[in-house]
């Protein structure tokens, strides 16, 4: 084998090679965290849905609306909280219920029949099931996803890290995704604005 050949052999082997373990890592990152009716998409490639059809394409941030404001939130995603913080404290802090009018406040908003909604929260815990109730309440299994990795990611696990408990593994902010703090009357939770 002349030394052309060689090196194009070596060449695609290490392409392989680098294509599986980025693949490997990405899987690393963003794991299936649980079942659910809809699909499951990375932070890029909701991005990537976004771009590709942002009239029928839609960012549900289903965290509270404390967290939506404080923390922030993508560009253009609506919040439609999938609980709400109550006044009763518990052992890990206050409490929260579940939004009874979930289904009714999707509807509302978007078409069931044609709209592609990427259902987002922390860190992909929540919209597992919330992407099963937007399934159940007539929205196309195959047009709604949950959005891995959520807006800010999982957290560090390794002890020895100074980052320890840290939300520093994945999500939309990190991936360095358009976000912001600003609140959109347009797409903030719609109720409150009329009480």
């Not at 084998?1 to 194009?8: A, C, D, F, P, R």
Request: aromatic letters at 12%; glycine letters at 8%; charged letters at 25%.
């Amino acid at each position: 084998m002349n030394l052309v050949k060689k090196t194009l052999l070596l060449a695609v082997l290490m392409v392989f090679a680098f294509s599986s373990v980025v693949f490997a890592l990405n899987q690393e990152v963003y794991p299936i965290k649980g079942k659910h009716k809809g699909g499951d998409v990375t932070p890029k490639e909701a991005y990537k849905m976004l771009r590709k059809d942002p009239k029928n394409t839609f960012i549900v941030d289903v965290r509270t609306r404390t967290e939506y404001q404080d923390i922030g939130h993508p560009i253009g995603a609506y919040n439609i909280p999938w609980k709400f913080y109550t006044t009763k404290v518990g052992k890990k802090g206050y409490k929260k219920v579940l939004n009874k009018n979930f289904c009714n406040d999707l509807k509302a908003r978007f078409n069931p029949e044609t709209d592609t909604l990427l259902m987002m929260c922390r860190s992909a815990a929540r919209t597992i099931a919330s992407t099963t109730a937007a399934v159940d309440c007539g929205f196309k299994a195959d047009k709604v996803f949950n959005l891995l990795g959520g807006f800010e990611g999982d957290k560090v696990k390794d002890k020895n890290s100074p980052f320890y408990g840290q939300r520093m593994i994945g999500g939309w902010r990190l991936e360095g995704l358009p976000w912001t703090y600003k609140m959109d009357k347009n797409l903030i939770y719609q109720p409150d604005l009329k009480k």
